[in-house]
């Protein structure tokens, strides 16, 4: 099955790490300017998602017993819905309440343009919306 999300090994190494300091997690993107464009990283169901948001992925990363929804605003998804995203991690701090930023790393996001033949087998696989 083709993914809309999924994660580098700095990335996955770093949710390990958040996961076993605050528990379980979710990230949530905007889209909005500056460091409101990059994933945000919080614990799960601490960032209150509703109709405007949708759940791209359920992400699973190995030695985290639960799966890390991700989000983004509806609006963005517009946008970003013929990508694949990869989160990855990096040295520097970002802005905002995402719970990386005190461990010196930031998230952040790369895509790709998904191929034709993924593009249509993401058709039988929608977002969820949120508040669902």
């Keep these: 099955m083709v993914e809309r999300v999924d994660v580098t090994p700095e990335a996955a190494d770093l949710l390990r790490r958040l996961r076993a300091i605050h528990g379980p997690l979710m990230f949530h993107q ?3 300017c500056c460091d409101g464009s990059a994933p945000m990283c919080y614990l799960a169901g ?5 109709g405007s948001d949708v759940r791209l992925e359920r992400l699973e990363v190995e030695d985290v017993p639960e799966p890390i929804d991700f989000w983004m605003s509806a609006a963005q998804f517009e946008y970003w819905a013929h990508t694949r995203l990869t ?9 905002g ?4 930023s005190p461990e010196g790393m930031r998230f952040l996001t790369r895509s790709r343009l998904f191929t034709d033949e993924e593009y249509r ?5 929608p977002v969820v919306p949120g508040g669902s």
């Design 46 to 50: 601490e960032f209150r998602t509703g």
């Design 121 to 125: 087998e993401l058709a039988d696989h």
């Design 97 to 100: 309440f995402s719970l990386e």
């Design 30 to 32: 905007s889209g909005g």
């Design 87 to 95: 989160i990855d991690a990096v040295p520097g701090r970002g802005g």
